[in-house]
């Protein structure tokens, strides 16, 4: 697992770096990603304009702020991700201003198709979903813990849907979308806040 991880992260994309690849291939008709289709290039361009607003509206509260900052040790957020996954583009800006705000956290992304030992090791239920947030621990490389794809609010609407209807179609991603939008990204921080602050307590009662 420590071999995989090290090599993805020599692969790895801090957030500008990766929201500029998204639009430079958008620009070619492209989408992140081995698979080319017009679904993932017509995503990938509304997943782009939804990052740029959340980069302008997102705000952390202070309380947040402060137990990001009380974190002891320093740490990698090591996420799969893709341009195209609607989850990747409602979580990932979050992502990037909690690190950027902990002072403690460094975001780093790369694609699954290029990492598949790494995605094959952090699967859920068997199935490669993303996004896959790994939480390294920047001084030993250890991995600490792993959450992910999507908050549990929107992991029960989507079960709840499918066992009612059999598919996940586009009203379900309706619903979802609508669900993001509500919640306006506070069970994203409160899962990982709470997740954090339980592996570094435990870590540092380790040493």
């Not at 420590?2 to 291939?25: G, N, P, Q």
């Not at 549990?152 to 066992?163: F, M, S, T």
């Amino acid at each position: 697992m420590k071999t995989a991880v090290a090599k993805s992260l020599f692969k790895s994309h801090d957030y500008h770096e990766f929201r500029k690849m998204i639009s430079d291939l958008l620009i070619e008709g492209k989408s992140t990603g081995y698979e080319q289709s017009e679904s993932h290039t017509y995503y990938s361009g509304l997943n782009d304009a939804r990052m740029d607003l959340l980069d302008k509206t997102i705000t952390i509260s202070e309380g947040n702020i402060g137990k990001l900052k009380s974190l002891k040790r320093k740490y990698i957020w090591l996420v799969l991700a893709e341009g195209w996954c609607t989850d990747s583009s409602q979580i990932i800006p979050f992502l990037n201003k909690m690190a950027y705000e902990s002072g403690k956290i460094e975001l780093k992304i790369v694609l699954p198709d290029e990492n598949e030992d790494l995605m094959d090791l952090f699967m859920t239920n068997s199935v490669r979903a993303i996004p896959k947030l790994i939480v390294v621990d920047k001084e030993s490389g250890d991995v600490f813990g792993s959450w992910g794809p999507m908050p549990k609010g929107a992991r029960d609407l989507i079960r709840n849907y499918k066992e009612k209807n059999g598919e996940i179609d586009e009203t379900a991603k309706s619903d979802l979308e609508t669900w993001y939008l509500n919640d306006k990204g506070v069970a994203v921080q409160q899962e990982l806040i709470d997740l954090m602050l339980d592996l570094d307590h435990q870590n540092h009662q380790i040493e």
